[in-house]
């Protein structure tokens, strides 16, 4: 009998840290899924930021191109007088 109860304590023991652990699976896994979900909102924001950079530094670019041409060809006048 005595070995039969503290087989009986052993499992209920064994059980209550089984579902210990499944709560803190569940509690992690719920932890990880917002991480997941704030980490893919910040990537989305980062490429949209480096975007808008490509964007601004093309612009940039054929502004340059612009002037490197007016410039180009306004001493190419000058040069002719």
């Known amino acids: 009998m005595v070995v039969e109860e503290d087989s009986d304590a052993i499992d209920m023991q ?7 652990r499944l709560q803190w699976l569940r509690s992690e896994g ?3 899924s ?3 979900r704030r ?4 990537l989305e924001e980062l490429k949209m930021e ?3 950079e490509q964007n ?3 612009e940039a670019a054929a ?3 612009t002037t490197r041409q007016e ?3 306004e001493e190419n006048q000058v040069k002719e007088k």
Do not use: S
Request: charged residues 40%; aromatic residues 4%; negative net charge.
């Open 30 to 32: 719920e932890r990880m």
């Open 39 to 42: 980490l893919q909102r910040r």
């Open 14 to 20: 064994k059980r209550q840290e089984a579902y210990h």
């Open 71 to 73: 410039l180009t060809e």
């Open 63 to 65: 502004q340059a191109e």
């Open 50 to 52: 480096q975007q808008m």
């Open 34 to 36: 917002e991480e997941n």
């Open 56 to 58: 601004q530094a093309a």
